[in-house]
């Protein structure tokens, strides 16, 4: 039988993020609101509201060149979300920094405008992580 992604209730496409410390950072996407889907020995299948993302302990496998920090230079992973504000709360209870503070974004949708209320985070390794509510 061949292998079928939706068996397992996984998305389409799931990036995995190599990290330095596992435990720090698992600790951090727990905190973020992401919920395990599975674990294993320095690996997590993480979910969010349906947006899936995998972390695991760097090991040199994977890896294609040099790891600098911060990890994922170019590229920002957005989440949907219906609860911004009480995340923010957490973040910053948590004693967390912000990248770039909650703003508002009006955005052309093909004829439309559309608006979102977002900020940015970066994980422990750097990885830049966006988190948007819709506004209109």
Same mark, same amino acid.
């Given at each position: 039988?061949? +292998? @079928?992604?939706?068996? $397992? @209730? ?9 990290? !330095? ?7 951090? $996407?727990?905190?973020?609101? +992401?919920?395990?889907?599975? /674990?294993?020995? @320095? +690996? ?7 947006? &899936? ?6 090991? @040199? ?10 990890? *994922?230079?170019?590229?920002?992973? /957005? ?13 910053? &209870? ?5 990248? &770039?503070?909650? $703003? !508002?974004?009006?955005?052309d949708?093909g004829?439309? &405008?559309? *608006?979102?209320?977002? +900020? ?5 390794? *750097? $990885?830049?992580?966006?988190f ?5």
């Amino acid at each position: 039988m061949p +292998f @079928n992604a939706a068996t $397992y @209730n996984w998305a389409p496409c799931v990036p995995e993020l190599l990290v !330095e410390d596992f435990q720090t950072s698992l600790r951090f $996407y727990r905190l973020l609101g +992401f919920v395990d889907q599975y /674990q294993r020995t @320095n +690996f997590a299948y993480l979910d969010y509201h349906g947006a &899936q993302l995998m972390i695991a302990q760097r090991d @040199n496998y994977w890896e294609t060149g040099a790891m600098e920090r911060p990890f *994922g230079r170019g590229i920002n992973l /957005q989440f949907a979300t219906h609860e911004l504000d009480a995340l923010l709360a957490r973040l910053n &209870q948590a004693g967390i920094a912000l990248y &770039q503070p909650r $703003y !508002e974004k009006w955005r052309d949708l093909g004829g439309t &405008q559309g *608006g979102s209320a977002e +900020f940015l985070v970066q994980d422990p390794d *750097g $990885y830049l992580l966006r988190f948007l509510q819709t506004i209109a």
